[in-house]
């Protein structure tokens, strides 16, 4: 009985796949759900540090034009009212507010500052929400993948021992490949959670300062037209 159960444990594969094609349609089904949750969490990852480097650069790049000494309404002709970049687009929207405001007499009117402000904080809220979107995906991935690989887990133990009870075999060679199966879909979970959790956090802390970066050149351009009004 003994060889005759080694030799079966012999014949079972225990390669990733090979575990993968003998587990139960629910188990299949979570580790197929954990993969596609992993392989969707690095595209974002990918798509969100290539975008990150991207605005990055473009804010320094823009910010060394801005601050050049060239006029800024040479500056704002120069990049037009629909620019590519997240900088300029803050400051398009500024300096579009800032011409509106202006009279066929040469004068400003009223409440021209706060209209800037808010024109600038709408293209700065747009921003955000175009550097944070995909984020809560990650998030999601990080805080369920784990239990949702439980699940899977769990469900092949039981489908496990109910095959151990059929057979009343016990041997460990028996009970093994079902385990083994089981608690693949554990280790697909947390291959999804865990860099979808370091990543969130890295992209998230990333985007706070991206965008704080804006909010303070927001500010500095107010002041720069504000100075404009008072003069």
Request: net charge negative; charged share 10%.
């Given at each position: 009985m003994e060889a005759e159960t080694l030799a079966l444990a012999q014949d079972i594969d225990f390669s990733m796949w090979g575990m993968?094609?003998?587990?139960?349609?629910?188990?299949?089904?979570?580790?197929?759900?954990?993969?596609?949750?992993?392989?969707w969490a690095w595209a974002i990852i990918v798509q969100k540090l290539i975008l990150y480097r991207k605005a990055r650069t473009e804010a320094e790049t823009f910010d060394r034009l801005?601050?050049?000494?060239?006029p800024l309404d040479e500056l704002?002709?120069?990049?037009?009212t629909e620019p590519d970049g997240q900088s300029q687009r803050i400051f398009a929207s500024g300096m579009m507010e800032w011409r509106r405001s202006h009279r066929n007499d040469g004068g400003m009117i009223a409440g021209a500052t706060a209209r800037i402000d808010r024109s600038m904080d709408v293209a700065i809220a747009k921003e955000s929400e175009s550097m944070q979107s995909g984020l809560s995906v990650l998030a999601t991935v990080g805080s369920t993948a784990p239990?949702?690989?439980l699940f899977g887990t769990v469900w092949g133990i039981m489908h496990a021992f109910i095959g151990i009870a059929a057979s009343q075999n016990t041997s460990l060679a028996v009970v093994a490949p079902g385990i083994a199966e089981a608690l693949l879909a554990t280790a697909l979970g947390l291959l999804a959670a865990i860099p979808a959790v370091?990543?969130?956090n890295k992209l998230s802390a990333d985007s706070d300062r991206i965008v704080a970066g804006y909010e303070a050149f927001a500010d500095e351009f107010a002041t720069i037209l504000s100075r404009q009004l008072d003069s």
């Open positions: 993968f094609a003998q587990a139960t349609f629910v188990v299949k089904l979570v580790m197929f759900m954990l993969i596609l949750a992993s392989f801005f601050w050049s000494g060239e704002f002709e120069q990049i037009g239990f949702v690989g370091i990543f969130y």
